[in-house]
């Protein structure tokens, strides 16, 4: 299957467990209109595309194939901890990079000899 808005709109909108009835009707659409985003025939605008990944419980970059997990960036945590580390000064967000990329490191190490 290849790697397409649609065919990854359409993934997960089959992992939800939602209709294209269903999404159309949030949508304020049409069945055949959310068909034709899925068999890419149509692209939405960013403000549709948008609309649908919050439905979809996603991201425009998942859909859009710029992320390999439809979670991605959606844990509400994580997310304020990048924004705290991204509000830190260079040296310090460098200095908390460094030990993180050390323990990612140690921790993938420790599961691959497991």
Not at 23 to 40: F, H
Not at 75 to 85: C, E, G, K, S, T
Request: no cysteine; proline share 2%.
């Amino acid at each position: 299957m290849a790697n397409t808005f649609g065919n990854r709109l359409a993934a997960r909108r089959k992992e939800l467990d939602l209709s294209q009835a269903a999404i159309a009707k949030q949508m304020k659409t049409s069945t055949s209109v959310i068909g034709r985003y899925e068999r890419d025939l149509m692209i939405p605008g960013i403000d549709v595309a948008r609309t649908l990944a919050k439905l979809l419980k996603t991201t425009v970059g998942y859909l859009l194939g710029e992320a390999d997990k439809s979670d991605t960036f959606k844990d509400p945590v994580m997310l304020q901890r990048l924004h705290d580390l991204q509000a830190l000064s260079v040296k310090d967000r460098d200095h908390i990079l460094f030990a993180l990329d050390a323990m990612l490191r140690d921790s993938k190490t420790r599961k691959a000899y497991a």
